[in-house]
């Protein structure tokens, strides 16, 4: 009686063992490329920071017109946004 499990298993392993030859395998176009994105940051990235820009503005703005005891809340903001960027970026 033959062993089909067997079998399966001999036909596993013979495609495990499969060795590819040179002109199977095709290089990517290009060589440096890991799958990473093309732009620098991404769209949301960009309103992270633009965010963290305007929060620092408004910051120096009322430090130089008020006084730091009324911007020190601001920079607080600022700071704990710059954190969330820390864990979350």
């Given at each position: 009686?033959d062993?089909?499990?067997?079998?399966?298993?001999?036909?596993?392993?013979r495609?495990?063992?499969?060795?590819?030859?040179?002109?199977?395998?095709?290089?990517?176009?290009?060589?440096?490329?890991?799958?990473?994105?093309?732009?620098?940051?991404?769209?949301?990235?960009?309103?992270?920071f633009?965010?963290?820009?305007?929060?620092?503005?408004?910051?120096?703005?009322?430090?130089?017109?008020?006084?730091?005891?009324?911007?020190?809340?601001?920079?607080?903001v600022?700071?704990?946004?710059l954190?969330?960027?820390?864990?979350?970026?």
């Amino acid at each position: 009686m033959d062993h089909p499990p067997e079998d399966d298993t001999a036909a596993r392993v013979r495609r495990a063992r499969q060795v590819l030859a040179g002109t199977d395998v095709h290089p990517p176009a290009d060589p440096i490329d890991f799958g990473y994105q093309e732009e620098l940051f991404s769209p949301e990235q960009r309103i992270y920071f633009a965010a963290l820009l305007v929060v620092l503005i408004l910051g120096l703005l009322l430090w130089a017109l008020v006084g730091f005891g009324v911007a020190s809340f601001v920079f607080f903001v600022l700071a704990l946004g710059l954190i969330a960027g820390w864990f979350l970026l």
